[in-house]
């Protein structure tokens, strides 16, 4: 079935590094990919997504590649601040299944120290 | 932005009551709302598809008696943990997208269950 793997589990890095979180996807019809930042106890909240049609999608300091051949999409953050404290999720989705499933990976706890 | 809420944050049950939890799209129309299940330090899983005006589409593994979804409204689909037992405390969470266009799904802010 429909799959996305997630990597890493978990991520310290020093704050104002960056930091990278990578997901590969199963299902190539999959033309939808977005990414949640939760923090604990909190709602999952979209913060960038990115469609088949770019590679690469850039917000602040926030930025999204996909290699539609590879089915791998990364989720790039720079100047990390302690803020970017959270567990994040990828998800891939067909717009065109008319479902509008998400199919999420396992997310990735990512630890920016001060 | 699009609003969901979901209520309530927080229950407490005995173990073989029902729980029921809502979810509604405050500032959009949802014909489609989707339910899922986070156990702690883990990621979402989703449980089932709820259709406006249709039955709900339940994944493979979760039992449809047990969790029953009802989405009665383009706002509103409701969730009911029948005869709970501690094995189903956990996070659950609802999401919806707006019907119009391809908007992105926007979550509630969860109901933690816990049955004693």
């Known amino acids: 079935g429909e799959n996305v793997e997630q990597h890493p589990s978990t991520l310290s890095v020093q704050e104002g590094d960056s930091a990278v979180i990578k997901c590969t996807y199963s299902?190539?019809?999959?033309?939808?990919f977005p990414w949640y930042k939760q923090e604990l106890g909190k709602r999952p909240q979209l913060i960038i997504d990115?469609?088949?049609?770019?590679g690469e999608k850039k917000d602040q300091r926030i930025a999204v590649t996909l290699n539609k051949t590879a089915k791998h999409f990364s989720l790039h953050i720079t100047e990390t601040q302690p803020e970017d404290s959270a567990v994040y999720f990828c998800?891939?989705?067909?717009?065109?299944?008319?479902?509008?499933?998400?199919?999420f990976g396992t997310g990735t706890r990512l630890k920016v120290l001060a | 932005g699009a609003v969901v809420s979901q209520h309530p944050s927080r229950v407490i049950c005995k173990s073989g009551t029902s729980v029921k939890i809502e979810c509604r799209s405050l500032?959009?129309?949802?014909?489609?709302m989707f339910w899922y299940r986070q156990f702690p330090k883990k990621s979402l899983m989703l449980m089932a598809t709820?259709?406006?005006?249709?039955?709900?589409?339940?994944e493979q593994g979760v039992e449809k008696d047990k969790f029953l979804i009802n989405h009665a409204s383009l706002t509103l689909s409701t969730l009911t943990v029948t005869s709970a037992h501690p094995e189903d405390s956990s996070f659950y969470i609802c999401?919806?997208?707006?019907?119009?266009?391809?908007?992105?799904?926007?979550f509630g802010n969860g109901t933690r269950l816990t049955v004693t």
């Open positions: 999401s919806a997208r707006d019907a119009v266009g391809n908007s992105p799904l926007h």
């Open positions: 299902d190539s019809a999959s033309n939808y």
């Open positions: 990115i469609r088949s049609n770019v």
């Open positions: 998800a891939a989705s067909n717009l065109n299944s008319g479902t509008y499933k998400y199919i």
């Open positions: 500032d959009f129309q949802a014909t489609t």
């Open positions: 709820s259709n406006e005006g249709s039955k709900a589409t339940y």
